[in-house]
């Protein structure tokens, strides 16, 4: 489904992603992982367009994307749910919610994409009528999640979804994940929280420093050497 073949990417001058291959399939859930700065961020904000390659190529669906405003990727259907949530807080949760189905796939049945959104996010319906701002951390990332599901995508892009969550909610974010994925999403996770993310994921790649090191099953990495010392801590 996305393909990036020997990417290179930064800011201004400065190169981040140094001949970044990598390939994520229909229905996959594939991870990157790495140290803080080793460009994770960066790789998903150049598949979203926010950040336009300096060299490689980047296709979805067998259209090549690499330079696609983030606009037109949204249309195809790339949704980044960005780290820090985001939200707009001042607006409603629903307020919120519909923001997301700005892709044109999606605009014309938001209601119904609301429905069954709200149906997977029990909590976020108790929810609709308060203002994003006034909702716990945990509440926040859960709406951030169902504003992305709104635009209706067919790859999801989260961004350290459990960033700065209390261990009970990091675990409310993986169950809601894994049922997104049940639906048959197809998932490109970054995260700090390795372990949860290597149980969740099919595959998994090491970038460290702008370079994919290592690439494997999640279940390999889990049990990799080089993995454990790094980011498992074991
Ligand atoms: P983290 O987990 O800390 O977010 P990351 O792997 O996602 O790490 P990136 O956010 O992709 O890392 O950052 C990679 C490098 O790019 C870092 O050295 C960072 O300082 C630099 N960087 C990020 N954003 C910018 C920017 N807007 N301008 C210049 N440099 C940036």
Avoid at 63 to 87: C, F, K, M, N, Y
Avoid at 222 to 231: C, E, G, I, K
Wanted: aromatic share 4%.
């Amino acid at each position: 489904m996305l393909t990036l073949e020997n990417i290179h990417a930064g800011y201004g001058a400065t190169t981040i992603l140094q001949d970044v291959s990598l390939t994520v399939a229909a229905g996959e859930v594939v991870t990157i992982v790495g140290a803080n700065g080793a460009g994770k961020t960066t790789t998903l904000r150049t598949v979203a367009g926010l950040i336009a390659p300096t060299a490689g190529r980047i296709t979805f669906e067998g259209t090549d994307i690499t330079r696609l405003s983030a606009h037109d990727t949204v249309d195809l259907g790339i949704t980044l749910i960005p780290e820090g949530r985001q939200l707009f807080a001042d607006m409603t949760v629903r307020e919120n919610l519909l923001m997301g189905a700005y892709r044109k796939a999606a605009r014309s049945a938001q209601n119904e994409t609301l429905d069954h959104v709200l149906t997977l996010f029990p909590r976020v319906k108790e929810r609709l009528g308060q203002n994003a701002g006034s909702l716990s951390g945990g509440e926040q990332q859960m709406v951030a999640i169902a504003r992305g599901m709104m635009s209706k995508p067919k790859l999801l892009m989260f961004d350290e979804p459990s960033l700065g969550l209390a261990p009970i909610i990091v675990q409310q974010v993986f169950d809601v994940i894994d049922t997104i994925v049940k639906t048959g999403a197809t998932v490109l996770i970054v995260e700090q929280n390795v372990f949860h993310t290597l149980k969740a994921a099919d595959r998994g790649y090491v970038l460290e420093n702008g370079e994919i090191v290592l690439s494997d099953s999640a279940d390999a990495l889990l049990t990799n050497d080089h993995v454990r010392q790094a980011y498992l801590g074991i």
